[in-house]
């Protein structure tokens, strides 16, 4: 089949030397952006794409995306061992892991966390690899009106990450769009919001925006609240028993297809992903009372989930230019920034690219299983670096990631501006997720809208005549109304006080 | 939080009409096709009804962000006037010397070390950000006037 021969030569590149550093480089810092409180994987990967402009683009790819799903990994180890999510994927984690963690199993339940993430991870490849090019292929005959289409379906999105209120999800993608209308109009060239200033022509850089919103103003939060070192459990033993084992691998199983599955739908957000696996579980479960006391279905199921996304939301991104979730937004924005285009020509244009990017992930999710279970003690001791030492590196680091971008010292400022307006944003419950989609996605949309109107001459028939076009809009209706389905039970669950708003 | 709420709508507001007014200097339409100033009208008016919006409907819940006391307040301004200021001294000293400086004084600030101590990390994390992104990846750091 010709899937496995493009796979083979994707791993013969990944294979070699310099790729599995960069996968290595990858995972240890995506591992290691999941452990530490205070950097998600979202500002990790908006810090380190101006250094990998400097690279190889299919290095820096392997590495960035390997810091994405090294992450997931990471997040789960803060979440059992000081019931602190590092990331909002790891609060139903949490909840049983934490308590497996008091009563002296944290090992067993560290070991669970990797071995349902790898094991998710790897099979959320395979599905990666067998659904994303029919998709591509599929997507070849896109022209503007299908682009238009596929990006309002992107942007019906931000319903599902607008958290508690609509109205502020709104606001923040709306002006998301506002801030990527700024600079030169990208048809007719003349300037838009610039007010004469020589700096704003060539508009403001995503990486500034993104930096200030999740790195500078996370950093803002935790002075604020005297954030000081962690308490951690005692780890005794690391490895899981055969009963554990045993209890895990359904769990296991159910968990990676049903992140897989829901990782592909634009608007499906991961905390509810590993809420509905977490759910599923207990309904199975034959001691569903059990559930939240430290039963390890309850860490093996979502951690699987969890992990399935991440391979899921890569079928979107890869073949439709569609990210899903907001680390993906900001990995699309890597992709362009590196000259690569995701959508349905990357797999005919860049073949290699991807293929050797789709192997590395084979590559990596060994590697995450490698360095999280012998290593889990060293791990938890990073945990416990001080927050006054980790927030001034974060904002030196800021510096450094947003001057590369352009070279520019506009683009530093920019980025404070943005970390004022995220802490803001934050104390008045506007998520800050909508922006970065509508940022990214905001010119593309434009584009697609004007061109399809300029070769209709007007006609707004051209949406509907189209087969392809309807069809992707019919998918951006049926996406909000599934984004609107999910609020109301993400509602319930805040509701009853088991997710807390800034969790969803 | 409905106060803030509401301050926040009408601040929406204001900035949504602000954003349609300058768009109608913009072309909108011809024959047809979306001008320059449409999406961003667009943009504009929504933003004013969502401005509305928030503004007659303020949410009920209670904000899980309150806002700080004045002891953390102030700790939140000077770390963002820090930071402004470590903005200016960077294409002055360059960013190892700048980040030296500022990386110490948040440290002794925040984390009660003695300055020695303070200085010592400081220094410490500069060069080595210097070292893996400089000197190992060849990410551009400015130089300031030692260029």
Redesign the interface.
Known sequence: MEVFTQLGAGFETALQPTFLLYALIGVFLGTLVGVLPGIGPTAGIALLI??ST??DPIAALIMLAGIYYGSMYGGSTTAILINTPGEAASVVTAMDGYQMARQGRAGSALSIAAIGSFVAGTLGVVGLMFLAPPLARAALSFGPPEYFALMLLGLTIVISLAG??L??G??SA??G??IS?IGL?P??G?P??TFDTLSLLGGIDFISVVVGLFA?SE???G????SASYVTNRLQGIWPTRDDLRRSTKPILRGSALGFFLGILPGSSSAVTSFLSYDLEKKLSKYPQKFGTGVIEGVAGPEAANNGATSGGMVPLLTLGIPPSAPLAVLLGAFLVLGVRPGPLLFTDQADLVWTLIASMYIGNVMLLVLNLPLVGMWAKLAKI????L???V???S??GT??VR?S?FD??MA?VF??VG?LM?????PGVPLVLALILGPMF?AA??QS??LS???LDIFVERPMTLGLLILAAGSIAFSLHSRLKEGRLINSGVL???DV | MQRADRITGIITLLLGAWVALLSTDMQLLSDGVPGPGLLPLICGVVFVGLGLALLLKPTEAVTPAPWPKPQDGGRVLGTMASMAIFTLLVPILGFPVSAALFLSAMIWWWADYSPWLAALFGVVLALTMMLVFQVLLNAPLPEGLWQ
Do not use: Q
Request: charged share 15%.
């Open positions: 101006p250094v400097g690279l508690k209120s109205a502020k709104l606001i709306v002006a769009l506002l209308l109009d048809i007719y003349s838009r919001f500078i950093v803002l939060m002075v604020e609240a005297r001080p927050f006054p030492v927030g001034p590196t904002l030196a680091l510096v450094i001057f590369g070279n010292m530093v400022w404070l970390g004022v802490y934050h104390k008045v419950g506007i434009e809208l004007r109107l300029t001459r007007g006609s807390g708003a800034e």
